[in-house]
């Protein structure tokens, strides 16, 4: 059983910064692709960044030159440093991990973890 679990939100103030981190265990052989979403009240969840298993990066417009996604593929973790926060950050953050189904990872299946909620004051 694989478990994805997320901490690390907070309260900030705008131009603040955070931390948030994913923890990903239980039997598996590896980790794919890791991502970050985020869901704000009355909107859908979106892709935010995302980080594949040789540490290559992509973000969206709205979070690109402020925030950074980065992994230990060692610990099964994966981080946000969330800088310049602005109350338009404010929302559940969600770690996604596509975890490995063999050693040569050919095929994955996808765990979420439950959010952490970010709440950015101006």
């Known amino acids: 059983q694989v478990q994805v679990v997320e901490s690390g939100g907070g309260l900030g103030q705008a131009g603040e910064s955070l931390r948030l981190s994913c923890a990903v265990s239980?039997?598996?052989?590896?980790?794919?692709?890791m991502a970050w979403y985020r869901q704000a009240p009355g909107k859908q969840r979106e892709l935010i960044a995302g980080i594949n298993s040789v540490g290559s990066t992509n973000y969206a417009d709205s979070v690109k030159g402020r925030f950074s996604i980065s992994r230990s593929n060692a610990a099964n973790t994966m981080f946000l440093q969330m800088n310049l926060l602005k109350p338009d950050d404010t929302a559940v953050y969600y770690c996604?991990?596509?975890?490995?189904?063999?050693?040569?990872?050919?095929?994955?299946?996808?765990?979420w973890g439950k959010g952490t909620l970010v709440t950015v004051s101006s």
């Open positions: 996604k991990a596509d975890v490995c189904e063999r050693a040569s990872c050919g095929s994955f299946e996808t765990y």
């Open positions: 239980g039997s598996m052989y590896g980790i794919h692709a």
